[in-house]
């Protein structure tokens, strides 16, 4: 595993920050692998605002120009580091309760 720093832009930054940016689409030359540290640096297009997020990666597609893929480019699947997406809906009487299994860390949400 090695932590891989990018710059990232600030409507993309912020996307992959609330989570609904899972991915990116990167020039392979970083030799990516999963289970990498791809470490997201805000960049405003003149310099880093002082902001960044780390994430793993989880799956990297590459080759694959039948789907418009181009040649040296790759698509990295992202989430947040130790993220595990199983999760459970329990009923407990008229309470629901909502419980998340992230690695290391169990969270339990009321209705």
């Known amino acids: 595993m090695k932590h891989i720093w990018k710059k990232c832009l600030p409507e993309y930054y912020q996307a992959v920050r609330k989570r609904t940016k899972t991915f990116e689409i990167r020039k392979d030359d970083s030799d990516y692998e999963v289970g990498d540290i791809l470490e997201l640096q805000e960049w405003d297009g003149k310099e880093y605002t002082g902001h960044k997020i780390s994430r793993e ?3 990297i597609l590459r080759d694959c120009p039948e789907y418009g893929l181009a040649e040296g480019f ?5 989430q947040p580091i130790g993220w595990n997406e199983s999760y459970y809906v329990c009923q407990n009487g008229q309470n629901n309760q909502h419980i998340e299994n992230h ?3 169990t969270m339990t949400f009321g209705k």
């Open 74 to 78: 790759c698509i990295l699947a992202i």
């Open 57 to 59: 990666i989880t799956y």
């Open 103 to 105: 690695g290391t860390m």
